[in-house]
T-cell receptor, first 119, second 115 residues
Framework: AQTVTQSQPEMSVQEAETVTLSCTYD???????LFWYKQPPSRQMILVIR??????QNATENRFSVNFQKAAKSFSLKISDSQLGDAAMYFC????????????????FGGGTRLMVKP | GAGVSQTPSNKVTEKGKYVELRCDPI?????LYWYRQSLGQGPEFLIY????????DSGLPNDRFFAVRPEGSVSTLKIQRTERGDSAVYLC?????????????FGSGTRLTVV
């Protein structure tokens, strides 16, 4: 079974600064997908960024980018120019790429990191 | 609808009572998932529906939990003889394309409190 670990329960960043959230995972699979989700107080999970394991290039979405280290099974999220609206819980998630495996259709989440943004 | 709708938003029930939580997915989404998120933790998988059938119910904690999706759209998560440990946010997500890695849409969850 796959596991996802987020070792930082809380992180704090000054507005306009950069912060990096850590995520490690454990899997025996070679093909999979990784995600970062944001969960504001409204509770709805919002996709921030995704990465396919077969792609070496790190994904980027505006102020959000990842550092994907496949050999180290590490998937960190960098938020640049932090904004007050970035304050939320952030979850790293894993999904198998095996299409015929029922378990591959679900997301496995880490325990989350609470990000606080100071004005 | 435009998004995944979950009702009620909050539910307080007494220990031992029966509760039903409803999820109305995006129209046309064939895959539907239920997750449970305990306080301070990440969501944990409960059950996955592909159409009307439960393709994977390995995450259901015990036989007090049951879920249905009779017409392949709305799903109901049912919890019998509720216990205080069942208190959590229950999230629902739906997805259109089987096998697609993307396109999960989550609802805002139901916060269940068992007193």
């Amino acid at each position: 079974a796959q596991t996802v670990t987020q070792s930082q329960p809380e992180m704090s960043v000054q507005e306009a600064e950069t912060v990096t959230l850590s995520c490690t995972y454990d899997t025996s699979e070679s093909d999979y997908y990784l995600f970062w989700y944001k969960q504001p107080p409204s509770r709805q999970m919002i996709l921030v960024i995704r990465q396919e394991a077969y792609k070496q290039q790190n994904a980027t979405e505006n102020r959000f980018s990842v550092n994907f280290q496949k050999a180290a099974k590490s998937f960190s999220l960098k938020i640049s120019d932090s904004q007050l609206g970035d304050a939320a819980m952030y979850f790293c998630a894993y999904r198998s790429a095996e299409l015929n495996n029922n378990a591959g259709n679900m997301l496995t989440f880490g325990g989350g990191t609470r990000l606080m943004v100071k004005p | 609808g435009a998004g995944v709708s979950q009702t009620p938003s909050n539910k307080v029930t007494e220990k031992g009572k029966y509760v039903e939580l409803r999820c109305d997915p995006i129209s046309g989404h064939t895959a539907l998932y239920w997750y449970r998120q305990s306080l301070g933790q990440g969501p944990e998988f409960l059950i996955y529906f592909q159409g009307t059938g439960a393709a994977d119910d390995s995450g259901l904690p015990n036989d007090r939990f049951f879920a249905v999706r009779p017409e392949g759209s709305v799903s109901t998560l049912k919890i019998q003889r509720t216990e205080r440990g069942d208190s959590a946010v229950y999230l629902c997500a739906s997805r259109y394309l089987r096998g697609s890695a993307y396109g999960y849409t989550f609802g805002s969850g139901t916060r269940l409190t068992v007193v």
